[in-house]
């Protein structure tokens, strides 16, 4: 373990951000790491536990050796702690940065409210191997002849296509968009995560024999048969596209929009991207609204601010949630309780059971949204109306489901009761017997870290589907 009374003696301490005065004033990342003796004292506040709730199913969905890599790095073993890392986590650089990090929730640190700073030792990890060079590419010793195809290059089809080429298959990934990273690059801000990290992995895999394909949109530009015909399994790893609509009067008026579009616009911008095809959306000195509670909402509003927005107000249909949860009924599971991101922290006004009753308008541009005080329900309670003003509305609610017209549809794959691809955690097989499904298309919208790791298990069923048994961990 780290060190026995490292928990009695040291501070949980995490990394520091930029102020917020000075972070929004551009796009690129904003926190201060910690030094390495700083981490190191981190890692040693970790108790080891018999059961380390941290690396269980409520903790960390990768299954990362949590307390193995703290004890690594509080004995100055790096290297080592970036190995294991490395064994249970493609991409730990990326979850290190935005996971929400289940992990620290379910830390038996967390009954005292100060667990064991996880996701901080995890980044500064991964960020020293890559800044060592212990992370290069791991090309598979033999070939298997096998040839696999992968739909869709955000975190799941990257995981999938790294530990399928490692095994030793030919990997084609095809991609819509001009880049790698799914809502990687396109739905998370670089103040987020920079794209840097992406384009590095990229490399790698190349270097490991995966061939990208961009611009190539499955099932719309180039035939699903294409794929089932030309390769020997094929992998839907395109995420949960489809916008939940509100269905809100006035929800077509000038001003209003769906939170991608967006977020996507700004990202090409940041990325130097020279064709847009949306349509420009800016909030520079606008009165925002942006009308939901999750990650979503909250990259809208750290947007609007850098964009220049005067007032950004985001609106949230639950109750104020507690400032501290009953430990003894939530614990280890994630709790509801009071957060605020750091893109709140930069000024957001926030409104809790707040139900929007609709869009006001005048000349057919939005003015305002019209709004209600939520009961327990989450129903308006009459005569608690009120109006924000509003010049821009972003819709940030969430995603009912993969997009079913182009590869869904063409592909006759059957879906479930929610609108998924059907294919189960275990085989993840769907309806056709050679197409895999992972990711938010199998499991609805839901985090990178279960995303990577659908793809890892989802690599592993292909494994044991082309040659009979697997050696790649699940
Ligand atoms: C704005 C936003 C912020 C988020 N913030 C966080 C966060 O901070 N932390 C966190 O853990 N999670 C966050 N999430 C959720 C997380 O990004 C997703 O759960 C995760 O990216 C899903 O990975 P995926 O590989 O299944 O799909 P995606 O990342 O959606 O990737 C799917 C890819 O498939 C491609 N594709 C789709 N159809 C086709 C086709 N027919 N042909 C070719 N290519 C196709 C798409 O272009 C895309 O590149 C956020 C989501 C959003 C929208
Ligand atoms: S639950 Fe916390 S203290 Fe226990 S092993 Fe995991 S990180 Fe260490």
């Known amino acids: 373990m780290g060190k026995v009374t490292g928990f009695l003696e040291i501070d949980r301490q995490e990394a520091r951000y930029q102020p917020a ?8 990342e904003f926190t201060l790491p910690l030094s390495d003796a700083e981490v190191a004292g981190q890692a040693a506040r970790c108790m080891d536990c018999g059961i380390p709730f941290c690396h269980g199913p409520q903790g960390c969905p990768v299954n990362n050796q949590i307390p193995d890599w703290n004890d690594l790095v509080y004995a100055d073993d790096w290297e080592e702690a970036s190995r294991n890392l490395h ?9 290190g940065r935005i996971c929400p990090a289940p992990c620290e929730e379910a830390c038996t640190l967390n009954l005292e409210n100060v667990p064991v700073a996880i996701k901080t030792v995890e980044q500064a990890i991964a960020d020293k191997a890559w800044a060592n060079g212990w992370i290069v590419p791991e090309p598979a010793a033999a070939k298997s002849g096998s040839r696999v195809a992968v739909v869709g290059s955000g975190p799941a089809g990257l995981a999938a296509a790294q530990q399928l080429a490692r095994a030793g298959h030919e990997v084609h990934v095809y991609e819509r968009e001009p880049r790698a990273g799914g809502l990687l690059r396109y739905g998370i801000p670089d103040f987020k995560m920079e794209k840097r990290h992406i384009d590095r992995r990229v490399e790698q895999m190349e270097a490991e024999g995966v061939t990208f394909h961009y611009g190539v949109n499955v099932g719309v530009t180039l035939p699903v048969s294409e794929l089932t015909d030309g390769y020997d399994a094929v ?17 077509d008026l000038q001003g209003v929009h769906y939170a991608m579009p967006f ?11 020279n064709a847009i095809p949306e349509a420009r959306v800016e909030a520079t000195a606008k009165h925002v609204v942006v009308i939901g509670g999750g990650d979503t909402a909250s990259d809208c509003v750290g ?11 985001q609106l949230d249909i639950r109750p104020t949630p507690p400032k501290v949860e009953d430990k003894l009924l939530t ?3 994630w709790p509801t309780k009071f957060r605020t991101s750091s893109s709140q922290a930069e000024g957001a006004e926030r409104e809790f059971a707040a139900v929007t009753l609709g869009i006001e308008g005048k000349n057919g541009k939005v003015v305002g949204v019209r709004c ?3 009961d327990a329900k989450r129903q308006p309670i009459p005569g608690s109306e009120f109006l924000i003003k509003a010049d821009l509305v972003f819709i940030a609610l969430g995603f009912s489901g993969p997009r079913i017209d182009g590869l869904v549809e063409q592909s006759g794959v059957a879906l479930d009761k929610r609108g998924n691809v059907l294919a189960d955690e275990s085989s993840y097989v769907t309806s056709n017997p050679k197409v895999f499904a992972a990711g938010d298309m199998r499991r609805g919208q839901s985090l990178v870290v279960w995303a990577i790791r659908e793809g890892r298990q989802a690599a592993a069923a292909i494994d044991t589907f082309l040659t009979g048994s697997t050696k790649l961990p699940r």
């Open 235 to 251: 992998l839907f790893a395109g995420g949960a596209e489809k916008p939940r609509d509100p269905q809100l009067p006035g929800q």
């Open 303 to 313: 947007t609007s601010f850098r964009q220049g927005a005067i007032v950004v107000t």
């Open 21 to 28: 005065s000075d972070r929004i004033r551009h796009y690129r």
């Open 372 to 374: 209600a005080r939520a």
């Open 331 to 333: 614990w280890p599971y």
């Open 87 to 95: 064994s249970t986590n493609n991409f730990p650089e990326f979850t």
């Open 263 to 273: 977020l996507v616009q700004q990202n090409r911008r940041v990325g130097f991207e």
